[in-house]
């Protein structure tokens, strides 16, 4: 291969772990190996893998060599809280279903049936975000499609807005953490290999509203970074 750069290679690379063809805790490639692969020196390749792992794509152990950083651990902060999609995601649909409100959505919409969608957001085989909304019944006569097991072009709130015109706006966002429900480990797919480990999953929740009322609410649970052991304070 005729000479690279540092950031050709830093971009390969996280094109391939983004992708998922490199999996978490793969190893990467000799630095022989990668020296070859990409034309650069050893010490261009070691100024690439410093990036990486500044990044968070991955990380070493010593004598063993250089792997793949498990994403999850990369999800929080105002990235992940604002939304983003990033790169290498892809959303999975899981339902769209009438169910009745459960009581802390009820408190926003109020009681009796909503519109419940749920979906996750992965990136290769890791699921980064599991999310669900519940929307008023009345949204759905405006928007049927909120009945339809696939997304709105581009959101249900956007398409609500041209079509009824009235501006839908977020009026509240709050994030706050949990020890993950069982409902959320089964949409998060998170192992669990051990009786005693739980999980702490970051949580967003928005309020959307509409000439003056609140017509649909939404909630993100976020992968964790890793597991957390609970120990019992009992003697």
Not at 15 to 21: A, K, V, Y
Not at 129 to 148: K, N, T
Request: proline letters at 6%.
């Amino acid at each position: 291969m005729s000479a690279g750069t540092v950031a050709e290679m830093v971009y390969d690379l996280r094109q391939q772990i983004d992708g998922g063809e490199l999996e978490p805790h793969a190893q990467l490639p000799s630095t022989r190996a990668l020296m070859d692969t990409y034309g650069l020196s050893d010490n261009a390749v070691y100024r690439a893998v410093a990036l990486l792992k500044s990044d968070g794509y991955v990380y070493s152990r010593q004598g063993r060599g250089v792997f793949v950083a498990d994403r999850r651990q990369l999800i929080a902060g105002a990235e992940r809280i604002g939304g983003i999609t990033r790169p290498g995601e892809r959303i999975e649909w899981r339902h769209s279903i009438r169910t009745e409100a459960p009581d802390w959505v009820a408190g926003y919409i109020g009681e009796g049936e909503c519109v419940e969608r749920a979906r996750v957001v992965r990136r290769g085989p890791i699921i980064r975000e599991a999310s669900r909304s519940w929307v008023h019944p009345d949204v759905a006569a405006v928007v049927p499609e909120l009945d339809e097991p696939a997304p709105c072009n581009p959101t249900w709130q956007a398409v609500y807005r041209d079509r009824s015109g009235n501006a839908v706006e977020n009026t509240s966002r709050a994030a706050d953490a949990r020890i993950a429900t069982a409902d959320d480990i089964a949409a998060l797919e998170l192992p669990t290999s051990t009786p005693t480990s739980t999980y702490a999953v970051l949580v967003i929740r928005n309020v959307y509203t509409s000439a003056g009322r609140v017509i649909g609410v939404g909630e993100i649970v976020c992968a964790p970074g890793r597991p957390v052991e609970l120990k019992s304070s009992r003697p």
